[in-house]
Every structure is written in C-alpha cells, then in structure tokens.
C-alpha cells in the first residue's frame, strides 16, 4: 500500500507541474525545465520506497524485465493513472483548464515521437535502476529527470510530450490535450515501454531483479 502511495505522490506532483506550467499563463519555455526537475526530485525523495516510475509505461517496463513483482503491477498503474487525473482536475480548479488543446498531432508523426522518447525514458529508468544502490536515487532521479526535460524540448510540439499514459490523461482532463487522441499516448508510450525493456534484456542480460 505505501508502495502505490509513493507512486501516487510523485505521479500528482509530477502532473500538477506539467499542468501549471503549460495551462496559460503558461512558463514558456521553462516549462520543461520545472517537469524535468519535479521528477528529479520525486524520485530522490522517494524513489527508495517504490522505485519512483510515476508512468504506467515505465512500470510496465520495469515489470517486463522483472525488476518489479507481479503483485505491484497493477496498484502501481492505478495510482498513477487516479493520481494525474486528480492533478488535473486540480489544475482546472486553480487555473479553469486550457481554453483550446496544447496541439491536435498527427497520428503518424506522434506515435513514432511518443514511442521513440517513451523507449528512451524507459531505458534510463532500466539503466540506472539496475545500475545504482539503493542510496544512490538522487543520482538517479537526476539522469531521469534530465531524460525528460530533453524530451520535452525535443517533440512537445509533435505530440505534447506526453511520454507517459497517466500524463495523457491528466493532459485530457485540463484540456491540454482532447480524448479522442489518447489511443496515440497509450498505444506509443505502452509499446515503447516495452521494447525498452526487451533492448535492455538483450544488452544488459545479467542485470535484473525484485524489488
């Protein structure tokens, strides 16, 4: 339970920042600065109690590669996913939601954006997990948080940089982003994910474990 608490808090934080950043009056080009940042240290904070993922295609990832019990998969997801949908709603209560989306993507061009910058943020998450000790998750928390602020820069205006379905969602209810677009998010972002997690058993075999 205190397991999907955690995600559940850096999953909120992460999205309200993502929504008060963006929602006008937005921070520019600050705003993927502050997001990269907020995981940064979600993950330093708490990245010892439940690994710090706060993105059910990341979680998906750590499972694939067998890192993360079968048992947490799924409260993990549905704490992150309640988790940014509260930070959501939040955002329209403190700022009245987007009046008009962040961009309509193109299919083509977004799917290949989210899935390309998931399976990155994916890999460094394996990366570094499998890598550090346990005190090690301010470093960590660091290299991921750089791995999402370099995403956002790069394809927030090709698919709004989601990288992450519980963001989508969260991105959905503040009217960042429209509902009819999600299946994009879900479908990039879960395959990237995985393949991620498939890239990283074939490079790195030996490196697994439970958490």
Not at 32 to 52: E, F, H, K, N, W
Not at 179 to 186: D, N
Not at 193 to 204: K, M, P
């Amino acid at each position: 339970m205190k397991n999907a608490l955690a995600e559940f808090i850096g999953t909120f934080f992460l999205a309200l920042v993502v929504g008060l950043t963006i929602v006008p009056p937005s921070v520019g080009p600050f705003a993927p600065l502050a997001i990269g940042a907020v995981y940064a240290v979600m993950i330093c904070a708490i990245g010892d109690m439940s690994g710090g993922y706060f993105n059910p295609a990341v979680t998906l990832a750590v499972w694939i590669r067998g890192i993360l019990p079968t048992r947490r998969l799924l409260p993990y997801a549905l704490a992150q996913i309640v988790a940014a949908c509260l930070a959501g709603l939040l955002v329209v209560f403190m700022r009245g939601g987007a009046t008009s989306p962040l961009l309509t993507p193109e299919p083509t061009k977004a799917l290949l954006a989210e899935l390309l910058f998931t399976f990155a943020l994916a890999f460094v998450v394996l990366s570094t997990v499998t890598s550090m000790k346990r005190d090690e998750h301010c470093i960590r928390g660091l290299a991921i948080g750089i791995t999402l602020m370099a995403s956002a820069y790069a394809i927030t205006g090709i698919s709004g940089a989601a990288l992450n379905p519980a963001v989508a969602a969260g991105m959905s209810v503040m009217g960042l982003s429209i509902w009819s677009t999600i299946w994009i998010f879900l479908v990039a972002n879960f395959a990237g994910g995985a393949l991620a997690a498939i890239v990283h058993r074939v490079i790195y075999p030996e490196q697994a474990g439970g958490q």
